[in-house]
């Protein structure tokens, strides 16, 4: 998120309007999404904020969807590839729906998350030369703040990834999720779904997995304790360890716990 400042200096550096500049953030969701309308409050307080502040906000590697990125076929999409979208950027979004495929945050290549850093940059290695915006950032050695980060990888990230389909009733939850980010659903709606989303999100992980919502199937419940392990082992800067999680439960919660009495 940009201070009005900021903006200002932007739009006059690259001759865009400041309405421009605005619409390249997550700011025009804020009205929608809770998370973005508490981080321009920060922002505008002059309080210190980052891109892991909120893990509702921001991930901490960038994702894609390798389609998208391929390009439309077009002279300057073939040359750079396809453009990234502002979406991906929120972890509500999950699967590209005209793709039907998941969001992937690793480089078919390197196997690391495409824009890993150790920095807290949003883009790192901004003024690395011969990488094009569809291609991997990482780095091809372990990036450290103390060292020279080392080459990017720079593979291109446009792939077929067939074992990374959702199902049906996925593809339905993210376009609905994608249908309230945008303009056609009434605002005040998208800011109670979301804000319930977070609540409930949060009451399944503190209480997993004594507590199981109903209806969760087996794979379902793998799939949230791989989640949960990432987190564990990461502490707060998820999609950080490339490595295969251990698939042990998370601890239950503790007895003196309101939930576990």
């Keep these: 998120m940009l201070s009005p400042a900021e903006v200002s200096r932007f739009a006059l550096t690259t001759r865009l309007d400041p309405r421009e500049v605005r619409a390249m953030t997550l700011e025009p969701f804020a ?99 011969g990488v094009r915006p569809a291609h991997c950032r990482s780095s091809l050695t372990q990036d450290v703040p103390t060292t020279r980060p080392g080459d990017p990888c720079g593979a291109p990230l446009a792939h077929d990834p ?25 605002k005040r709606q998208a800011q109670q779904y979301f804000t319930e989303l977070i609540l409930l999100a949060g009451l399944v992980t503190i209480c997993w997995p004594r507590i199981q919502p109903v209806g969760t199937t087996r794979p379902l419940a793998a799939a949230v304790d791989r989640h949960l392990a990432i987190h564990d082992g990461v502490g707060s800067r998820p999609y950080r360890s490339t490595a295969a999680p251990s698939m042990r439960s998370p601890a239950p919660p503790s007895s003196k716990s309101p939930i576990a009495s």
């Excluded at 009205?31 to 909120?54: E, F, L, Q």
């Excluded at 906000?57 to 073939?78: K, M, V």
């Excluded at 509500?92 to 850093?117: D, G, M, Q, R, T």
């Excluded at 067939?162 to 009434?186: F, S, V």
């Design 31 to 129: 009205s929608r999404y809770p998370p973005a309308a508490r981080s321009i409050a920060d922002v505008r307080a002059g309080r210190v904020y980052s891109m892991h502040t909120d893990r509702w906000l921001f991930p901490t590697t960038a994702r894609y969807c390798p389609h998208c990125l391929a390009g439309d076929g077009s002279d300057i999409q073939n040359a750079h590839g396809g453009p990234w979208q502002i979406l991906w950027r929120l972890p509500v979004v999950f699967a590209c729906p005209l793709h039907k495929v998941f969001l992937e945050h690793l480089c078919p290549h390197c196997h690391k998350p495409i824009n890993f850093s150790s920095r807290t940059q949003l883009v790192p290695r901004p003024a690395a030369t």
């Design 162 to 186: 067939r074992h990374h389909q959702p199902g049906p009733a996925l593809l339905e939850l993210q376009r609905k999720i994608l249908g309230l980010l945008g303009p056609g659903r009434p």
